[in-house]
């Protein structure tokens, strides 16, 4: 029981921690993933609109919605069911407690459901992380660097937090082209690492999809992040169900259910160390 306990947790660390991008990799080749997003996801480079005045004009407005939609917030906390499938099928499902002071802390319990036990704590700060394995009586330190060592993704405290509450991710300004139709808006824009192509409802301004496409064409690494079930509390409107595919050299599906949700009410952040703990 230990030992299986013991992988467990280990699977469940290196796919929770990021969240989502985790081992980013990719089961199509270059010209295979090149070839599928030209076809299916790529907008085109030419403005759609015959005026030029009226193409700046929706990527504004949109921009603007994308942008009024983000969360502002103090502080955050939810209740998560957590469920995953890599190559091997489905895994394990955690329960993910998190707690967030804006741009300072992020913290989560990680609890494991098929076992009855909590599992780990997660103690996230701009510049370091802290991980308390509950099961093995370890406790290990590192640099906010870990993030990206695990995932092979730039990710840092802000994305993380992004994340978990529901803004883009690597979203830039700079957008390279858009396409409208009768329902929807999508914009594509172009950052240091990723070709972002958001899909933004005309009707209620909600953004439900983005696709993240590497732009070193050497690594290949893609995602998609779905946001639906959206709720409306206190004049907050929140994505309680995410979907996120990441691949690259292989394929790791991820959803994300919120069972439980609030903003901006008082916290508190416990993360006591027991002094018995090894440090690993």
């Known amino acids: 029981m230990k030992y299986s306990i013991y992988k467990y947790l280990n699977r469940t660390l290196v796919y929770f921690i990021p969240l989502v991008a985790i081992a980013v990799s990719s089961c199509k080749t270059a010209k295979k993933i090149q070839t599928a997003v030209a076809k299916k996801d790529t907008v085109s480079l030419m403005i759609t ?14 921009l603007e919605d994308v942008h009024k939609n983000e969360m502002d917030f103090k502080t ?12 091997k099928g489905n895994q394990p499902n955690i329960t993910a407690y998190v707690r967030i002071l804006k741009d300072s802390l ?28 509950k099961i093995n009586k370890q406790v290990q330190y590192r640099s906010i660097d870990y993030l990206q060592d695990v995932t092979a993704i730039p990710f840092d405290f802000k994305t993380l937090q992004n994340l978990l509450i529901g803004n883009p991710v690597f979203f830039d300004d700079s957008v390279i082209s ?12 172009l950052g240091k690492y990723f070709k972002n192509l958001l899909t933004i409802e005309k009707s209620n301004h909600y953004l439900t999809h983005s696709k993240l496409d590497d732009v070193d064409i050497n690594r290949n ?12 509390i206190n004049g907050i409107t929140f994505s309680t169900y995410r979907e996120i595919t990441v691949s ?6 991820i959803q994300l259910n919120y069972k439980q949700w609030e903003f901006n009410k008082d916290l508190s952040i416990i993360f006591n160390i027991p002094k018995n703990y090894k440090r690993n």
């Open 49 to 62: 609109n015959t005026s030029a005045y009226d193409s700046l004009l929706v990527i504004k407005k949109a």
């Open 76 to 87: 955050f906390s939810a209740k998560i069911k957590v469920d995953y499938q890599n190559n």
């Open 106 to 133: 992020i913290w989560v319990l990680g609890y494991a459901t098929v076992f009855n036990i909590e599992a780990f704590r997660v103690l996230i700060t701009k510049d370091s992380v802290f991980l308390i394995d």
């Open 178 to 189: 858009y396409k409208e139709t009768e329902s929807k808006i999508l914009l594509a824009t």
């Open 221 to 232: 690494r893609t995602a998609d992040i779905t946001y639906s079930n959206f709720e409306n």
């Open 248 to 253: 690259e050299k292989n394929k790791l599906d």
